[in-house]
């Protein structure tokens, strides 16, 4: 079974930057996308970015010019760069796996998930 592993959440504020990474090991390819996603109380967890084998990133409308994804096949590992975070960017924050990107971008039954980590962007 393939599993995921996140770090590098905390607290910063308005303004700053926080990078966090994701490790994953068992069952998995370099063929699948990875990505990541984030979930209020409440809400329902949304994509933030992805990113498939070829390297093409996509984005929420959110997040665009502010983060960036990225990826090291050697590693297994992806990576996500944020900037310029606002506290409408403070949520629960997930990696994620699935075969293809637009199943990962719809939560399908493939897709799996990484525990959490926590970013909290004070005003």
């Known amino acids: 079974e393939v599993q995921l592993e996140e770090s590098g959440g905390g607290s910063v504020q308005t303004g700053g930057s926080l990078s966090l990474s994701c490790v994953v090991s068992?069952?998995?390819?370099?063929?699948?996308?990875m990505g990541w996603f984030r979930q209020l109380p409440g809400k329902a967890r949304e994509g933030v970015a992805s990113?498939?084998?070829?390297?093409?990133?996509q984005y929420s409308d959110s997040v665009k010019g502010r983060f960036t994804i990225s990826r090291d096949n050697a590693k297994n590992m992806a990576l996500l760069q944020m900037n310029s975070l606002k506290p409408e960017d403070t949520a629960m924050y997930y990696c994620?796996?699935?075969?293809?990107?637009?199943?990962?971008?719809?939560?399908?039954?493939?897709?799996?998930w990484g525990q959490g980590t926590q970013v909290t962007v004070s005003s």
């Open positions: 068992g069952y998995f390819s370099i063929y699948y996308c």
């Open positions: 994620a796996t699935a075969p293809s990107c637009s199943e990962l971008w719809r939560r399908s039954s493939s897709t799996k």
């Open positions: 990113i498939p084998a070829d390297g093409v990133t």
